[in-house]
């Protein structure tokens, strides 16, 4: 089955912690994005990727990192520099052109 | 991108078509429209784009007019688990980096 598998689902994280959220994908897409939404909100980009190795700042990368080693994943670290964490986290992929941009689950993050 | 306007909420009958709305007055020439909905506690589902012409598939249908100002989202037969937040998205093709701007959107309930 193609699709974008998030993990967990959801996630705790102590005040002053590093959490990572894994989001991979088997649609053999080159571009990746990682999305937040707060309650009640539209969602807003963090970070893209358009290829291996390359990653560009959403609108709201302060306190975020990611990498992408492979193309199948766009692993996501929210870092203790991110004051207000708690949010729901989606990953989304695509390919060129007009082609859209498909979700996972999602990853529900809180402070402890 | 263009903005868009849609209803706040609107109401449906179980069994009967769902026809929901989209603004898109601003929309240039290569900007196409999305839809997505958003059920709870998930990451957001594609269901249909199209540039210009009038497109189907087996979730739904897109009817643009031929000034491109509007669409109109249809769900042929809506059930229960079409209720859901569903937003209207223009956007440019071409680029990875163009993020999906979601909006407040529409919150469908189909109603027995």
């Known amino acids: 089955d193609g699709g974008i598998t998030q993990s967990p689902k959801y996630l705790f994280r102590k005040e002053g912690q590093n959490v990572t959220l894994s989001c991979e994908q088997n649609l053999n897409h080159d571009a990746m994005y990682w999305y937040r939404q707060d309650p009640g909100q539209g969602l807003r980009l963090i970070y893209y990727s358009q290829i291996v190795n390359d990653f560009q700042k959403g609108d709201i990368a302060e306190g975020y990192s990611v990498s992408r080693e492979k193309k199948e994943s766009f692993p996501l670290t929210v870092t203790s520099a991110q004051k207000n964490p708690t949010a729901f986290y989606l990953c989304?992929?695509?390919?060129?052109?007009?082609?859209?941009?498909?979700f996972g689950d999602g990853t529900r993050l809180s402070i402890l | 991108d263009a903005k868009t306007t849609q209803p706040p909420s609107m109401d449906c009958a179980e069994g009967r078509a769902a026809n929901l709305p989209c603004n898109h007055s601003t929309i240039s020439g290569n900007e196409y429209v999305y839809w997505y909905r958003q059920i709870h506690s998930q990451g957001p589902q594609y269901i249909i784009h199209g540039l210009k012409n009038n497109e189907t598939n087996e979730m739904a249908s897109l009817i643009i007019t031929e000034d491109r100002k509007s669409s109109t989202l249809i769900l042929p037969h809506a059930t229960l688990r079409d209720t859901a937040v569903y937003y209207c998205?223009?956007?440019?093709?071409?680029?990875?980096?163009?993020?999906?701007?979601f909006g407040a959107g529409t919150i469908l309930r189909v109603k027995s």
């Open positions: 989304a992929s695509s390919m060129t052109g007009s082609q859209p941009q498909h």
């Open positions: 998205i223009v956007r440019a093709s071409l680029r990875y980096g163009n993020k999906l701007v």
